[in-house]
């Protein structure tokens, strides 16, 4: 699969899943919603109801910023099977600009960020290595 596939595959994808791991390399998993800009996946904090604010994966980030993204898709037929998987390194986005503008791209892509928009911390990964298989 080529980087325009790739591409094509996670801009088509609806859901994907963050891996962090914490200072000690304990991994997280969680699924994200997410908009790509260029060279930057993004994702937000959004209102959905969570046991606190003070999330696993943003402290992951925070004491380790290699995070992974994976976008997969799964069916019977195995010779349609793929995925990507994005490496990059994170980061909370302090600049203003760069939040509203990552924000606008999440609403672009999730009707539900067009009603309420995500009120928590957005996150920037700046995206170093695409990867992918395919079973086709």
Known sequence: MDVTAQKQRM??????????????GRPHIVPITFA????????AVDAKPKRTTDLKR?????A?????VLVDHYEEDWSRLWWVRVDG???????HAEAE???EL??????????ARPEGPIVGISIERISAWSGA
Do not use: K
């Open 11 to 24: 801009s088509e994808a609806r859901v994907a899943r963050l891996a962090t791991a914490d200072a000690e």
């Open 58 to 62: 943003l402290r992951n980030i925070a």
């Open 106 to 115: 999440l609403a672009g892509r999730y009707p539900q960020y067009r009603t």
């Open 101 to 103: 503008r990552a924000t």
């Open 36 to 43: 790509i800009d260029g060279d930057t996946l993004y994702f």
């Open 89 to 95: 390194t994170a980061r909370i986005i302090a600049d």
């Open 64 to 68: 380790n910023p290699a995070v992974s």
